[in-house]
């Protein structure tokens, strides 16, 4: 299991570095988000990457592959949370989305939406990349021995 250490470089390298981001930039965001009278913030992370392979006949016929990062920002103030969304990391777009997020929150009850939240979440998932685990010769030769065994198995296939 990584420890956070190994999850924090994890996370700069594949998520803040791309953008020119790194811990101070993001303490500054906090800091404009918690300026004007917020009670509490928060920044949420994601990297989702994709990748799918298809055999026909005992060829590769088709892949590809997806990459989707971005960052969900939330400002809370007396009891109203606004969110706001980038899919660009890069400081002006999460400065952007962090005003939107705080002046959401600030009007008087339009818009309310309540989030839930813990003073301990739960670790759900381990910054393991899947598509990395294996090299794309790996990947074809595991289909193609997938295709071997279940023609092996049923010649109609």
């Known amino acids: ?13 594949q ?11 993001l303490e500054g965001l906090i800091g404009r988000l918690m300026a004007r009278h917020v009670d509490y913030a ?10 799918h392979w298809a055999l026909e006949d005992g060829i590769v016929r088709e892949g590809g592959a997806s990459l989707d990062r971005g960052v969900g920002i ?8 606004g969110f706001a969304y980038s899919d660009e990391l890069v400081l002006p777009a ?3 989305a962090s005003d939107a997020a ?3 929150a600030r009007q008087d009850g339009r818009g309310r939406a309540r989030a839930w939240s813990s003073s301990a979440p739960a670790r759900l998932y381990e910054p393991v990349d899947p598509v990395a685990t ?15 065994e279940a023609r092996r198995q049923d010649p109609r296939i």
């Open 15 to 25: 998520l803040l570095a791309p953008g020119g981001l790194d811990e101070h930039a």
């Open 1 to 13: 299991m990584p420890d956070d250490r190994a999850n924090l470089a994890l996370a700069e390298e």
């Open 74 to 81: 939330r400002a809370n103030v007396e009891g109203r949370t």
């Open 94 to 96: 999460l400065e952007a």
């Open 102 to 104: 705080r002046a959401i």
């Open 42 to 51: 928060d920044l949420y992370f994601q990297l989702r990457r994709e990748e």
């Open 134 to 148: 294996l090299d794309a010769g790996d990947k074809v030769a595991f289909l193609e021995g997938l295709d071997r």
